[in-house]
């Protein structure tokens, strides 16, 4: 099963936390550059899968590698944008020092992190509010900051837990748009976890479904829209309808 | 509420003293008119007496308060972040942290003798423990989420306890130190009181020895005046540190 190019591989996976069997005989590939979103009812092992990549669990059978190699713990290649970015943001960092903290952790000279800050804050509009406090952005802005700190780790593979599920419906587009752009920009490998069907398939190349209780994939389904995707043409493709009755309908009878 | 109405009504129970001590003639061994009171602690301070001994006292204070906080302070952090050495530490501490500090005084005076030492390793024992478990807690009560944060961003140890695990818990950090202070400044003047022959304690002693009440009351109010003007000063501290982890205004959203 294992894809020799894969830029994310599971192989065989599952993962149990004492007697609870979270991930059953996880079998996935992506490849580089690959935007692959992953859906399912909550508590079905979603984050747990993301986690694995990430570093932050092990599996208790099988093997989860990134760029061929098999994941130990966490590493600089692999950022992660967590959910709840009010707690992910170090509340006594402006939103300079915030970027500011991949770099160090980096140990990017002093002299070069000014720069490279400067042009991370542009990319997410962040350039006008470099020293204000997190607790003075709105959420929108605050998931802003912790986008251009992952990106700041230059990461190769970049790990969403449902980043955009606090927001309301506007920031949220703007701020999938943004994430499009970027990845195409960078070529990053994108794991992302939702649980907003709409938003699987606007940003997916490919969409994971997953069964809960244990976690297995139910289904992948690929997403042929063209690309660039647009906020109105994408919704509006002929093709997308059906996608998202498939889909619908899918996870309707996964929760029965 | 404007900050003058404060000390209004220490003045008006001054004034009263003073206006009914006059008016019922008492004469007494041990209160002394405000006004009398004030003219001691006049000439306390031209003559330099108190500005010595306030000054012998502050010094120890804060001698066993910079051992009693940087050890409370390290030795937490290490319990807070583990779990073993708290276990290992458990029993040690909490046979050893009740023992009344001032109890040790005999103990010290056979180690140290009199001076500075013996009162300050009294204040650094009373200002330790109330450090140690301040810090112990605070590390525990750190946001889970912010060290995943440190792991994900593949930041060292020394870069996580420095850049993360210290600033987390400095306004905790802080509060234990406004909070060892103010024993520290009740432990120096106790132990100058009863065994220490220097500072503002001893003052007193010296003071109810030559029977001047007037110099004693105003001694006491003196210290009462430092202690206010210390706990002002940190929270003046901890406001211009800490105004930007809660409560502060949004300036502009979207």
């Not at chain 1, 509340?91 to 992190?113: D, H, K, Y």
């Not at chain 1, 419906?169 to 976890?193: G, H, N, P, W």
Request: proline share 5%.
């Amino acid at each position: 099963m294992t894809d020799r190019n894969a830029a994310i591989d599971f192989d065989g996976v599952s993962l149990q936390y004492g007697h609870r069997t979270i991930l059953s005989d996880i079998n996935l590939s992506i490849s580089p550059g690959e935007f692959v979103c992953v859906i399912g009812a909550s508590g079905c092992g979603k984050t747990s899968m993301l986690r694995l990549i990430a570093g932050l669990a092990a599996p208790t059978q099988g093997q989860v590698s990134v760029g061929q190699t098999p994941v130990r713990g966490p590493s600089r290649d692999v950022a992660v944008l967590f959910q709840d970015y009010g707690r992910a943001l170090l509340p006594w960092r402006t939103v300079f020092g915030n970027v500011s903290l991949a770099l160090e952790a980096n140990r990017v000279p002093r002299a070069q992190r000014a720069e490279r800050i400067e042009a991370l804050l542009s990319m997410v509009g962040l350039d006008q509010h470099a020293d204000k406090y997190p607790v003075q952005l709105s959420g929108g802005m605050q998931q802003r900051l912790q986008i251009a700190r992952t990106l700041a780790q230059e990461p190769s593979i970049l790990l969403m837990d449902e980043p955009f599920g606090a927001l309301d419906a506007m920031t949220r587009q703007s701020l999938q748009d943004e994430i499009l752009s970027i990845v195409a920009k960078r070529q990053v490998t994108v794991f992302f976890v939702t649980h907003d069907l709409e938003e699987a398939l606007y940003l997916g190349d490919r969409v994971v479904t997953l069964y809960s209780g244990p976690g297995r994939i139910a289904k992948l389904i690929d997403v042929k829209l063209p690309k660039p995707r647009n906020q109105l043409t994408t919704r509006e493709n002929p093709d997308f309808g059906p996608l998202r009755r498939e889909l619908f309908t899918l996870m309707e009878s996964l929760h029965q | 509420m404007k900050r003058w109405r404060g000390w209004l009504l220490p003045v008006v129970v001054l004034a009263l003293c003073e206006a009914a001590l006059r008016l019922l003639d008492i004469q007494s061994d041990t209160l002394a008119l405000p006004s009398h009171i004030a003219q001691a602690a006049w000439h306390a301070l031209l003559d330099g007496s108190l500005l010595a001994s306030t000054a012998q006292t502050l010094l120890a204070a804060a001698l066993g308060q910079a051992g009693g906080f940087g050890g409370g302070v390290l030795a937490g952090l290490i319990l807070g972040m583990s779990a073993s050495a708290a276990r290992f530490a458990s029993i040690s501490i909490e046979i050893l942290r009740p023992i009344p500090s001032v109890s040790l005084i005999p103990l010290m005076m056979m180690i140290f003798g009199f001076g500075y030492s013996m009162e300050s390793a009294t204040v650094a024992f009373a200002t330790f423990w109330p450090s140690l478990i301040l810090t112990q807690s605070a590390v525990r009560l750190i946001d889970g989420q912010l060290l995943e944060v440190a792991r994900v961003t593949c930041l060292s140890p020394l870069q996580t306890t420095w850049k993360i695990l210290l600033p987390a818990i400095a306004p905790h950090m802080f509060t234990a130190l406004r909070l060892t202070i103010g024993i520290a400044l009740i432990v120096t003047v106790t132990v100058e009181i009863v065994a220490n022959p220097q500072g503002l304690g001893y003052s007193l002693m010296v003071a109810q020895e030559t029977f001047r009440p007037d110099l004693m009351l105003a001694t006491l109010l003196w210290i009462g005046l430092i202690g206010w003007g210390l706990s002002y000063g940190l929270l003046a501290l901890q406001d211009r540190l800490f105004k930007h982890r809660a409560g502060f205004p949004m300036e502009q959203s979207g």
